[in-house]
């Protein structure tokens, strides 16, 4: 579930394919996409590190949290960040987004983590400082990097549904980019915009409350707060969308701790019902291989025996004898029914042409018990 979504951004992309895009989706109900996203972003950062990824640098694009926050919450998940600067990049979006602070630097020094951006309006330069970060960590070629979005939401504030859609797919076609990731808070646009980025994505993983119920739409925004602060857990439904364009949706439960957010796997419904059903069972329903013997050795007691014969079981199928020691064949038992016809004895006798044939209604179907 959220393991097979981290590791399909670890892959990255084919050659002439797309980067892998993932939406991380949550509302006011469930508002732990910040958790998600915090997982996501250190799975990445540790397989970069690992040399397990396609990707050999990750550029952090921070809008809703300072990028010092980023890189404390690396060190408290045990990730060296001792030499971050060879595999990670902040572009600062949070400091002064719109440029009203005079005295913020504009330009980043070389061996900064952090590049302060102060334009959020115009993606265009968003999307050039994105590519100029990545290429300055990684250099140009086959090299590539990672790209994280911690807040569409505050993109779309800030710029129109079309400039949005247009950075995220210039950016999940540039050559370099292995994989792209982004959150956001979908109660707070409008269907159209939450569908178009679900669209653009190869995996959307949607936060959902565990009960819900029919009016739930009538409550007030109060009750929904207190919700929200009662319960640290719900439904992590993932859908991935394969190249042949199908669709795979996946569910888990997730717990959010102290330490960070785990998932835990939902057991299928057949495994509820057994779980309901087999400790009211006084009896095994399983046999051992000893118990199998057994059962295969038993006797039935209608059964032939034998008698000192060769036990001879009628199959439904055979209308000649199979002795070797009957010499009556197909050609005598012919010219034995035709002398009794010209006897004029008014009988029917029927020879199937083939052992393929179904048996007559007449024939016993229980000649092989001894009744």
Not at 130 to 146: A, D, P, S
Request: charge should be negative; proline fraction near 3%.
């Amino acid at each position: 579930m959220a393991e097979t979504m981290c590791r399909a951004l670890r892959d990255g992309s084919l050659e002439g394919e797309h980067a892998p895009a993932l939406t991380i989706k949550d509302t006011i109900r469930t508002a732990f996409g910040v958790e998600v996203f915090d997982h996501v972003l250190c799975y990445m950062a540790s397989t970069i590190l690992a040399q397990k990824s396609q990707s050999s640098g990750l550029v952090l694009v921070a809008l809703d949290r300072s990028p010092s926050l980023y890189l404390n919450l690396l060190k408290s998940r045990g990730i060296d960040a001792s030499d971050s600067y060879k595999w990670i990049r902040v572009l600062d979006c949070y400091t002064d987004p719109l440029g009203w602070k005079e005295g913020a630097n504009v330009l980043s020094r070389r061996e900064s983590l952090e590049t302060l951006f102060k334009d959020v309006s115009d993606l265009d330069k968003l999307f050039d400082a994105v590519i100029q970060l990545g290429r300055g960590m990684v250099g140009q070629g086959k090299v590539r990097f990672c790209v994280a979005i911690d807040s569409a939401s505050l993109m779309l504030r800030h710029a129109s549904l079309s400039s949005v859609g247009s950075l995220i797919n210039n950016l999940r076609s540039h050559d370099q980019v292995s994989s792209i990731f982004w959150l956001i808070h979908s109660d707070l646009h409008e269907i159209r915009a939450t569908s178009v980025l679900e669209y653009m994505s190869s995996m959307v993983g949607s936060l959902e409350p565990i009960f819900q119920s029919s009016n739930e739409q009538r409550r007030n925004s109060e009750n929904l707060l207190s919700i929200e602060n009662d319960t640290r857990e719900g439904k992590f439904i993932v859908r991935l969308k394969r190249r042949n364009g199908r669709v795979k949706v996946m569910c888990e439960e997730f717990h959010v701790e102290e330490t960070g957010i785990k998932f835990l796997a939902v057991p299928s419904e057949s495994e509820m019902v057994n779980q309901q059903i087999l400790p009211k069972l006084q009896f095994n329903l399983q046999l051992s291989e000893k118990e199998r013997n057994e059962k295969e050795n038993v006797v039935l007691p209608f059964e032939h025996q034998g008698n000192g014969q060769t036990i001879q079981i009628y199959d439904g199928r055979r209308s000649l004898p199979l002795n070797k020691n009957d010499s009556t064949t197909s050609v005598s038992v012919l010219e034995k029914l035709q002398a009794e016809s010209a006897q004029g004895k008014g009988e029917i006798h029927y020879l199937r042409d083939s052992d393929d044939e179904l048996p007559d209604s007449d024939e016993d179907p229980d000649d092989d018990l001894d009744i």
